[in-house]
């Protein structure tokens, strides 16, 4: 763990010790309390912005936030709406699709049932 100190201005200082006062808890606390939650609102968009730009990976997000890095693709794919995609990954994955889904219904109606492993 780590100790950071910074100086406030006199308004900030006046709403720490008013908080402090009303929750009964300590200046050190309070002031805790409001950079995580600042650092939390901003961590994970700065995260996805760099991993947009190629600059890290999910894996990295996932050890910095102590996020799972399934909940990562979630979070990041929920934050970035424009992330370039290769036009021939697209046509790829449509061409896999019209080959694989007949015999998906093929096998559903012969009672194979594939719940909790795929989305059909």
Known sequence: MFQ???RVDEKISTFIDL???L???SRASISKEIFINGLNNQMMPYLANL???GK???KNIANI???HYTEV???VADLIDDIEVDPKLIQYSEEI???LLPQLKQAKEKGISFKGTINT
Request: aromatic share 8%; proline share 0%; net charge positive.
């Open 73 to 75: 693709i979630s979070i």
């Open 56 to 58: 890290i990976s999910i």
């Open 19 to 21: 908080k402090m006062k």
């Open 4 to 6: 950071i100190n910074f």
């Open 65 to 67: 936030t102590g996020i």
């Open 97 to 99: 699709s019209k080959k």
């Open 23 to 25: 929750e009964g808890k």
């Open 51 to 53: 991993y947009k730009k």
